[in-house]
Each structure stands twice: as C-alpha cells, then as structure tokens.
C-alpha cells in the first residue's frame, strides 16, 4: 500500500492498493486536542445515495482487514508530531463500513486492542446507511460506537434519496435500534442528518425527527450538504440550520451542528472518490421536490 499526500487539499491521504486502486482517507483536526482520522473500507460504494459523490462510483471493491487498519496507522505515525495523537477513528471514508462488515469488525476489533492501536471504544465509531442484518450483528459483537446515517424522516424521501430503504425501511431501521440498545448499558447511537435545501429541512421535518427517534438514545447530528459536481442538491442555509437544530434541543435531543469543513478541496462528506466514466444512476425525482433541484 502506497500513500501521497496532497497538501493542496488539506489533511487527505492518497492509499494506492496493490492492485493500483485508491482510497482515500482524510485527517480532521479539532479545537481542544481532538483529531480524527476517517477511513475507508471500500474501493467505491453499492448504496448508491443520491447526495453522495462516492456513490457514483458504484463498488470497485471491498478492503482488507489490514488495509483499513493501514490508513489508522499510517495517520497516526504520520500526523503525531505536527497535530498531536489521533484520538479518534471514524469509518465514514469510502464506502458503506456494514457492506463489507467481517473486516469491519476485524478492523474495529484491532483498533481498540491492548495489544493493538489501544484506542477506546467510545472512540472508534462505524457509520451506516441501515443495512439491518449487519446492524445487529455489530451491536451485539461489538463495543465501538454506531452512528447511522438518517437524513430523512419519511420512506418517500429515504427511499429516493438513499435507496437502501426501500429494503430495510425507515419503520424495521429504527425498530431494531430500540430493540438492540436495550442490551447496551449507557450506550448512544448518533444519528447523522445531511441537511438538504428543500428536501429533508422543514420544520414539520424537524418535529417528525422528534417522534421517530423516540424512545432511542441517541445524539443527532445535523450536517451541511457538501456540493459537488452534477449534485442536484443544494445546502440548507445556516440560519435555517440553527431553527431546525433549536425545535430539536427544546425537545430534549442531544444535537449538534455540524457546518462544512473541507468542501472546497472536494475533501469532505460525501465528497470522496473519483466516479469515473461508468458510474451509478441517478433516481428519478419525485414529483414534489422537483423545484428544489
């Protein structure tokens, strides 16, 4: 595995494979001390979202075990020195993490061993679309964290906008989560919302979110849309942003705010990868939202 920087765009690592594919993974420094590496667990993505530029990639393929693991380590000798220790990990690179899900855990697991990178589990956080067998098994296998990409509070809108739904829907999705997290002691799932102008972003949304994720602990975590190049979607404005965010706290939900970094170097969200000639579809829009894109 060979790596490049490419300082021009920030914190983002260049991983060519044996096979001369490339992934990406990107370094996200904080304020207070924090730094997260985010890292890929596939060469492109089957889920096809719509607001995602990785997902026009379509799936090139699935990564190893050690070549998850690689781009922590990699970050970690690399970044040290110049912005302190990585003290997260977040699989939210390329790819869908539960599509390729034994390595995942494989991954996960080396992470946060002794005898491994000795990360804490409450640092090492998986995301997913909803892939719900995978979902389960992660839960009960293992201790890292789950944050679980929403981004809509009905099946109409999820079913367009990140296709998985339509097979594991938005009703059977949040049903697991209640269920499964009774067996999980003081444990949270964090809800990411990609905030798109027009689509997912009203303020009946807003109460909708309240109702669907009662009964779960849970964070939310709102996230401006990175554009990109052929996107249809725009990003809601920030001052909406922040309404959508208030009728959430006043109703008791931990949320945060989370505004673009990194978008203007396409190093961001849902902006990795390079789709290529042959690339995924993009779905039919329903009638409804048609002047928002």
């Not at 099946?155 to 009774?182: A, F, Q, S």
């Not at 989370?258 to 978008?263: A, E, I």
Request: glycine share 6%; proline share 4%; with cysteine.
């Amino acid at each position: 595995m060979k790596h490049q920087m490419e300082p021009e765009r920030g914190l983002q690592i260049l991983f060519t494979l044996e096979d001369e594919m490339v992934v990406e993974t990107v370094v996200i420094p904080f304020s207070q001390g924090r730094t997260t590496v985010c890292v890929s667990s596939q060469v492109g993505c089957a889920m096809n979202c719509q607001f995602c530029y990785t997902g026009r990639m379509g799936l090139r393929r699935h990564l190893s075990t050690a070549e998850i693991v690689e781009q922590a380590v990699f970050a970690r000798r690399l970044f040290t020195s110049e912005f302190g220790s990585i003290t997260n990990v977040v699989f939210m690179g390329m790819g869908e993490p539960f599509h390729n899900i034994e390595n995942v855990i494989k991954a996960a697991s080396i992470m946060v061993d002794e005898k491994g990178l000795q990360f804490s589990p409450r640092k090492v956080t998986v995301s997913t679309s909803g892939l719900v067998p995978q979902l389960k098994r992660f839960l009960r296998e293992s201790n890292c964290a789950l944050a679980v990409s929403l981004n809509a509070t009905t099946d109409e809108v999820r079913n367009w906008i990140m296709p998985i739904n339509r097979k594991y829907n938005l009703g059977l999705l949040l049903e697991t989560l209640r269920e499964e997290l009774r067996f999980k002691h003081r444990y949270k799932v964090l809800f990411e919302y990609v905030m798109l102008a027009g689509i997912n972003d009203s303020f009946e949304d807003a109460r909708r979110l309240i109702e669907i994720v009662r009964g779960i602990p849970c964070k939310i975590n709102l996230i401006s849309f990175n554009p990109h190049s052929g996107s249809l979607f725009k990003p809601t404005p920030e001052e909406k942003m922040i309404e959508f965010r208030n009728i959430l706290a006043e109703a008791g939900l931990v949320v945060f705010l989370r505004l673009s970094r990194g978008d203007d170097k396409m190093a961001a969200c849902g902006q990795l990868g390079e789709p290529g000639d042959i690339q995924a579809p993009m779905l039919r829009v329903p009638e409804q939202f048609r002047m928002a894109v």
